[in-house]
């Protein structure tokens, strides 16, 4: 029996059980009981953390220290033992946000919130707009033209004509990515694009419809050409918890520079004079869209 502990990476939960990535072999795993009296307040292990394991005689395994995360997407929520942070997915790469360039039309609206929580979380967005060959390059450009004016990373596809797919392979690989978008356009289809044995694998992007807060832990990071995809069904309605009004407009880019020059320091920049905000709107520095967004955001609009 060997004592040698090795390096991995937790891809599934399961009552109770962890499995477990190392090497090129997937163990199933137990927590070391000791390790439980640490982080009482968080996550214990969640799926993405880096963990160092010991095999037993039997091939499954034991979880023996658990690696600090460098990042996580997490919420917090009060207990009778004070705050509490659960920890939906330890060392997320990237947030990829899918939208169709048509059918169904872009909710741009829907796509801030999911920027807004991105920012809040500090995880790189990577935007794709999918279903190209329904409205041709240039009006696709110019639907989301706003987005790459504000630096925000964004990659045209077509799923079906297999355009864009080998950019946005790339895009993903090596990286855990938190795959998320409105249903019907086109995440599966993509999937299968860049990984066709990924079909055998199906219910990773199939939304949720349930409301949410339940169901929001990851629970499975699937394989996928070089990289992880992160199956977090509940992301879209999830929209703006642990979101404090006043924070709202540090998440938007093109907003948060300009609060500082707003004459009161408290601005909400609705309706208050000497807005910098209001004035940028004015002189076309902020797109109206974006101001729209941030005022539904604000005042508690979810609708898309
Ligand atoms: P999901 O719900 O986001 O996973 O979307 P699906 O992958 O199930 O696709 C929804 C529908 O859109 C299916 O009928 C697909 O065939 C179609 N579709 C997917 N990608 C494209 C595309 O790039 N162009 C066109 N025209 N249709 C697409
Ligand atoms: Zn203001």
Not at 50 to 67: A, Q
Not at 106 to 129: G, N, T, W, Y
Request: with cysteine; charged share 25%.
């Amino acid at each position: 029996m060997s004592y040698k502990q090795e390096k991995g990476l937790v891809t599934r939960l399961q009552a109770g059980f962890y499995t477990v990535h190392a090497g090129d072999s997937e163990v199933t795993c137990r927590i070391r009981g000791r390790l439980k009296l640490k982080r009482k307040n968080e996550t214990l292990v969640a799926v993405g953390d880096h963990v160092m394991i010991s095999r037993l005689p039997d091939s499954s395994g034991v979880i023996e220290s658990i690696l600090p995360r460098e990042k996580e997407f997490f919420r917090t929520a009060p207990t009778a033992r004070g705050e509490f942070k659960q920890v939906m997915l330890a060392n997320p790469d990237q947030i990829v946000v899918v939208f169709a360039c048509a059918d169904p039309p872009p909710s741009l609206r829907m796509l801030d919130r999911f920027l807004v929580i991105a920012e809040k979380q500090a995880i790189p967005a990577l935007i794709v707009a999918n279903k190209v060959d329904l409205v041709g390059m240039e009006k696709a450009r110019k639907i989301f033209s706003i987005y790459t004016d504000l630096g925000y990373q964004l990659i045209f596809t077509s799923a079906k004509k297999e355009q864009g797919i080998q950019d946005l392979h790339e895009l993903l690989k090596g990286k855990v990515n938190v795959l998320s978008g409105p249903s019907g356009v086109g995440k599966s289809s993509l999937l299968n694009r860049i990984d066709p044995t990924l079909r055998l694998r199906v219910g990773i992007v199939k939304d949720s419809s349930g409301k949410g807060k339940h169901t929001t832990v990851v629970r499975e990071l699937y394989p996928l050409g070089g990289g992880y995809v992160a199956d977090m069904p509940g992301l879209r309605t999830l929209s703006l918890w642990d979101i404090e009004p006043e924070e709202l407009d540090g998440y938007f880019p093109d907003l948060r520079d300009l609060v500082s020059e707003c004459q009161f320091s408290n601005c909400s920049h609705m309706e208050e004079p000497g807005c910098a905000v209001k004035l940028a709107v004015e002189n076309g520095r902020v797109h109206p869209d974006r101001y729209d967004s941030y005022l539904r955001m604000r005042m508690g609009d979810e609708s898309d």
